[in-house]
């Protein structure tokens, strides 16, 4: 069952990524939840992501930057919750400066991501809410479906070490 879909649903303010990956669970959950593993794939090349601190914990939080090739720095913090081990959890996601206080001008974003084993491939579904249209298309229009599809490209790359 190989599923690679990006829906767009201004109706219900989200976006859901669907994403088949040749790899085992415990694998593809490793990718998303260790930071050291994150740090090889989180983000379009020719960005790089850099993790400040992580802690995958409920109530944990990951901040990380985006360096581009000048060497710029586009700071994130997520907060993790309702983390189900190789299976699923949630998050909200947003943009701050690199101490992790939150620009409350660009949207803030809140993920779940489910994880399923099927035969020799791993099946992810990601589920990303906004809270108004407003934000929905903030997002898109800052490239979210470009980049996130070539960032998980990268993960694809990765994971079958290419």
């Given at each position: ?16 990524i669907?994403?088949?990956?040749k ?6 959950w ?8 994150l740090?090889k794939w ?7 992501c ?35 081990a190789?299976s ?26 489910n ?17 108004s249209?407003?934000d ?15 960032t998980?490209?990268?993960l ?7």
């Amino acid at each position: 069952m190989e599923t690679n879909t990006f829906i767009i649903n201004e109706e219900n303010l989200s976006v859901t990524i669907n994403r088949t990956f040749k790899a085992p669970l415990e694998k593809v959950w490793d990718a998303f939840t260790n930071h050291e593993t994150l740090d090889k794939w989180w983000a379009p090349k020719p960005w790089k992501c850099r993790t400040k601190r992580q802690n995958f914990t409920n109530g944990g939080e990951w901040l990380y930057a985006m360096v581009g090739p000048e060497n710029e720095e586009h700071y994130t913090i997520t907060t993790y919750k309702n983390i189900v081990a190789n299976s699923s959890f949630g998050l909200t996601d947003a943009f701050c400066d690199e101490n992790g206080v939150i620009n409350s001008d660009l949207p803030t974003s809140e993920w779940v991501l489910n994880f399923s084993e099927h035969e020799n491939s791993t099946q992810l579904k990601i589920v990303v809410k906004q809270i108004s249209l407003e934000d929905l298309q903030t997002l898109i229009n800052m490239g979210f479906q470009e980049g996130f599809e070539a960032t998980l490209e990268s993960l694809r790359a990765l994971l079958e070490g290419e």
